[in-house]
């Protein structure tokens, strides 16, 4: 039997009044992002009277989609009865199919991480789908990523300026407060999330480094010299800046410590549009401290411009939860990985 594919306009065709599956404006979107990213590759089914058999969905994103034609297969050879079973059957029989899902974790861990000119929700799987995939298979048979060892018998050398390519991702050594090192860092890009953990305006001897080996030198600026009103002159430019290279609709975390409330919360109000939330950071450990020791920090989060910012966790939809309150050890913690975590920076961020 030979079948012979159609250009069809899609005006003309008829959709079954005995078609019993539903399409929601959810999923319409999610077959029309389909189409324009790989292409109508699922022709439609019609009979001799262009009467639609199978693709009602894909018929309905291509009428939305102000498409010309459409593909299609005519199908002759059926009587009205046998139509009718196939089109239940062509819905149904794809419903009783199940997933490798070792195989579906590795196939979506190495899409995630390829430079696609598409989005990854075009499987059909959301991103919060895709992290509980990935997390519940516990894929460990990817191979990771080589990545060369720094020669540890030289010096490390890094100037203001430096720029480091590593392949998608850009890392400057520059200054939060320069307009020219956020041109050059970002190169016309817009950020849809960021994560800043600035200086909190207080010593570092005494309020983060104890009598421990390791030691660290105070921060250039902010480490406890500036006046309130200066503090918050610094953290407000900054800010300046993080939404300018910002999309409509980022969310940025911007981390302090109590004693500092007010001057984030005042440049944060003169530059972001939206204040989110404020979240906890509740460590297993206390750390310095005098009538209390300190064992949280805030993560402020804060929305830019009026769109919806991206939600990746759709909280009761894939079984997830999330809260303001994040319980996470920090680097006072006795764990493997500790001491390097606390010789990389005085306040290491588990981010």
């Known amino acids: 039997m030979t079948y012979h594919l159609e250009r069809i306009d899609p005006h003309t065709l008829k959709p079954s009044p005995r078609n019993a599956r539903t399409h929601d404006k959810k ?66 029989i794809a419903l009783s199919a199940g997933w490798d899902m070792e195989l579906l974790a590795s196939e979506l861990t190495d899409l995630s991480e390829m430079d696609l000119d598409f989005d990854l929700e075009t499987t059909g799987f959301e991103i919060p789908e895709i992290d509980l995939i990935i997390e519940n298979a516990k894929v460990d048979h990817i191979p990771e990523e080589v990545v060369l060892e720094p020669d540890t018998t030289k010096s490390p050398i890094c100037r203001t300026g430096d720029l480091w390519i590593l392949g998608a991702h850009r890392v400057l050594c520059g200054d939060a407060r320069n307009a020219d090192d956020y041109a050059r860092l970002m190169d016309g890009a817009v950020a849809d999330l960021g994560f800043t953990d600035p200086p909190y305006n207080v010593p570092i001897s005494g309020h983060v480094c104890g009598s421990g080996k390791v030691q660290h030198r105070e921060f250039a600026e902010a480490s406890g010299e500036m006046s309130e009103e200066d503090f918050e002159r610094f953290l407000r430019v900054t800010f300046t800046f993080c939404t300018k290279h910002s999309r409509d609709g980022a969310v940025w975390f911007a981390c302090m410590d109590w004693r500092h409330i007010g001057e984030i919360r005042s440049a944060a109000l003169a530059t972001f549009d939206q204040w989110l939330n404020v979240c906890v950071w509740a460590k297993t450990n206390g750390g310095m401290g005098g009538l209390y020791r300190s064992q949280h920090e805030f993560i402020f989060v ?49 981010v």
């Open 27 to 92: 999923q319409i979107r999610q077959i029309a992002d389909s189409i324009e990213a790989f292409g109508f590759t699922n022709p439609v089914l019609i009979d001799a009277e262009d009467n639609i058999i199978a693709g009602h969905g894909r018929l309905t994103a291509a009428l939305q989609m102000g498409l010309c034609e459409v593909p299609a297969i005519r199908i002759t050879h059926l009587n009205a009865a046998e139509k009718r079973a196939l089109m239940l059957a062509d819905n149904k």
């Open 302 to 350: 804060f929305g830019t411009g009026k769109a919806a910012h991206r939600n990746n966790v759709q909280l009761g939809k894939f079984g997830r939860n999330r809260t303001n309150l994040w319980t996470y050890a920090g680097v006072n913690t006795f764990r493997k990985g500790r001491m390097e975590e606390l010789q990389a920076h005085p306040t290491a961020k588990p």
